[in-house]
């Protein structure tokens, strides 16, 4: 028997409809759930024994869940909640009440802008808003030894002679560097992977939390950001290296570089201790120096994630972006004159952005140095002033503050254009994608990544192979 069964939904689910380009696309990578990992961490130091189900990499379906279900026989069960799975997580609680009558537990971003929402279903017993990587611990020992009264435990909601009680907010984990590392030793890493890895495992990790600024589009679930320690995140390096045999990260930082000094300890100090690995990261613009980028080139960074969002100062300024489009072309000069690959995101479907604007941010992700590009049509996700500014400006239709499942992927247009239909909006989304691609030779330059990497190859048909096996599954 397990204490608590904790899964990481999957973002395919054909019980709602057929095969989208999200699916398909997401075929490219698949990286380790961090959230879910690190709350497995607190509850194993705590004592607690735990098993982990991650159905994205797993492309589990309803029957296999239902076999873990009662072969596991979980006396608890978490399910991580973010905004476009909540009605995922509904459908994966109701069937888990049904196999098993055990106490089920939400997390996860959603949490923080709709707890009302998920408490309302019958088949959630607890919500954990916001950071529960100590609150569950309390929660289980609540639930499983009666240590303590659930009153108590702040960031906790729960019903009560069938009253939704939410306890007052919990503090913020003001010193990161006291979590535990991720538990990586639930996590079956054979199938984890990306397109440029190489080697046999890959892993993302984190040296923040918190984002100070203010994109629009963008759900924070903290504004202050906190930051590990340099040594405590090479420590975390070393214990998947030597552990997992892990030698390539992603850090999945809102802003990997947002304070210079520090990332150029942190590459120092991998530098001095001669850890060899190879890296990745989110970065904005306006951060870079060449000191900066040296020190991340001499350290394994291979490549860097950018957000660019669009050519147009005047749509970056309405996206409260707080940088410019020539910050942008200085920062891919520094980049690129260090041979550092160069991944940029941009967005699609502003409303305040005319066609030839549009068309203007395609041309210059095709023709200002970027080796890969991801692009995605701009979605009012909640908790955004995004949503705001669309439901008083009438951008947005039929809203349905219960169901975010088209917004999975962020790659269907849901904002009403002035002068554009949706139709001619996902028409551009697909032929941004096709230019760069194979009009501007990205794809050679992504298969010329990958072309010695077999693992890639195998990995990518094993995961399809599953997930064909899951659409004949669910839509039986």
Known sequence: MTDLLLINPSCVDYSRGGISFWNFYSLLEVMPPLGITYVAASAINAGYSIKLLDMEAEATNHEKLKKILKESKPRLVGIGCTSPLFNTVVDLSR?????????????????????????????????????????????????????????????VSYKKDGVIIHNKPQEQITDLNRLPFPARQLLKHNLYYHPFIKGKSCSSIITTRGCPFSCIFCFQMCKNPRRRSAENVISEIKESRDKYNIRDFEFFDETFNLNRQWVIEFCDSLVKQGLKIRWRARCRPEFFTEEVVRSMKKAGCYMISMGVESANN?????????????????????????????HGYFIIGCPVETKEQMFKTIDFACTSGFDFATFSILAPLPGTELLNIALKEGYLENFDRNDYSNYIGVCKTLLKHPTMSKEEIQSLFEYAYKKFYFKHHGAVKLLRKIAFNTRIYSKMLERFSRTLVFIKKQTK
């Open 95 to 155: 069937l888990i009440k049904s196999v098993i009558n055990v106490p089920v537990i939400v997390g996860g971003p959603h949490t923080l802008i709709n707890h009302d929402g998920i408490m309302n279903i019958d088949t959630i017993d607890y919500c954990v808003r916001g950071e529960a990587d100590f609150v569950i611990v309390s929660l289980l020992n609540h639930l499983l030894k009666d240590r303590n009264k659930i009153e108590g435990i702040d960031g």
């Open 314 to 342: 005047s749509t970056l300024g309405w996206l409260n972006k707080k940088y410019t489009v020539e910050q942008v072309k200085k920062a891919i000069t520094m980049i690129t004159d260090e041979k550092i690959s160069l």
